[in-house]
C-alpha cells in the first residue's frame, strides 16, 4: 500500500520568510512518481512539479525549490522569500507503477501576511 | 485551450435527492478521475477510466454512488440516493497518459451540499 504522509497541517509566516513543506511517503514500488499539486483559496488544483524515483537531482524554479531524498524516503518542497499569494493549501502526492493514480497526502495549508 | 470542464460548480439538495456530476475532460486525454475532498478524509480518489473503461473503481464509497464515462469527451458522477455525509467538493482529473508520469489536470470542482 502507498502512504503520503504531510506532517504540517498549517504554517504561518511573514511576507519574505523561507518556508520548507515536509513530505514523506511510503511505497514498495522500485519505480515511482512523486508530485506536489497547489490549492489556492479559489478551490482548483495546481500542478507543480513531477519528480522520478531513479532522479533524486534537486529542482528550483524561480522561489521554489524541491529536495527529494530517497533514503528518507522524503520530498520536501521549499518557498524562498515567501509571498502572500504564496498561501495555499499545498499537497504532495505518489504514484506507484502501473497505473497513474495518485495517493495524496492530506495537505499542508500555507499562510503568508504581509 | 480549455482545461477540464464540471458542472454544476455549486449543488445544493436534500438528503434522498439524486445528484449528478458532470465532466468534460481535456480533448486528447485517454485517463479521467474522479476525486471527493472532505476536511476529514482529504482528498480521496473514486475511481479511475482509462478509454472510456472503468479500471478502479475500489474508492467508489457504496451502491449509491455510480459513474460512467460514455465516450472520451463526457463522464458522470451520480449519487442516489444522497446522504448528508456525501457533502463534499467533487473533483474530475483527466491524464494524456494511462502511465504514472502523467500528470493530471484538475477541474475547478463541483461542491456539493447534501442537507
Known amino acids: 500500500a502507498q502512504k503520503v504522509t504531510q506532517a504540517q497541517t498549517e504554517i504561518s509566516v511573514v511576507e519574505k520568510e523561507d518556508v520548507t513543506l515536509d513530505c514523506v511517503y511510503e511505497?514498495?514500488?522500485?519505480?515511482?512518481?512523486l508530485f506536489w499539486y497547489k490549492q489556492p483559496p479559489s478551490g482548483e488544483l495546481v500542478f507543480l512539479i513531477r519528480?522520478?524515483?531513479?532522479?533524486?537531482q534537486n529542482e528550483i524554479s524561480g522561489r521554489y525549490s524541491w529536495n527529494f531524498q530517497k533514503s528518507t524516503s522524503s520530498f520536501n518542497f521549499t518557498i524562498t522569500a515567501s509571498q502572500v499569494v504564496d498561501s495555499a493549501v499545498y499537497f504532495c502526492?505518489?504514484?506507484?507503477?502501473?497505473?497513474?493514480?495518485?495517493?495524496f497526502g492530506k495537505g499542508t495549508m500555507l499562510l503568508v501576511s504581509p | 485551450d480549455a482545461g477540464v470542464i464540471q458542472s454544476p460548480r455549486h449543488e445544493v439538495t436534500e438528503m434522498g435527492q439524486e445528484v449528478t456530476l458532470r465532466c468534460k475532460p481535456i480533448?486528447?486525454?485517454?485517463?479521467l478521475f474522479w476525486y471527493r475532498q472532505t476536511m476529514m478524509r482529504g482528498l480521496e480518489l473514486l475511481i479511475y477510466?482509462?478509454?472510456?473503461?472503468?479500471?478502479?473503481d475500489s474508492g467508489m464509497p457504496e451502491d449509491r454512488f455510480s459513474a460512467k464515462m460514455p465516450n472520451a469527451s463526457f463522464s458522470t458522477l451520480k449519487i442516489q440516493p444522497s446522504e448528508p455525509r456525501d457533502s463534499a467538493v467533487y473533483f474530475c482529473?483527466?491524464?494524456?497518459?494511462?502511465?504514472?508520469?502523467?500528470?493530471?489536470?484538475f477541474g475547478p470542482g463541483t461542491r456539493l451540499t447534501v442537507l
Open positions: 502526492a505518489l504514484s506507484g507503477s502501473g497505473y497513474s493514480t495518485l495517493t
Open positions: 480533448s486528447g486525454h485517454n485517463s
Open positions: 477510466f482509462n478509454n472510456n473503461v472503468p479500471i478502479d
Open positions: 519528480r522520478n524515483s531513479f532522479d533524486e
Open positions: 511505497t514498495r514500488d522500485t519505480t515511482y512518481y
Open positions: 482529473a483527466s491524464s494524456p497518459t494511462a502511465n504514472p508520469t502523467g500528470e493530471q489536470f
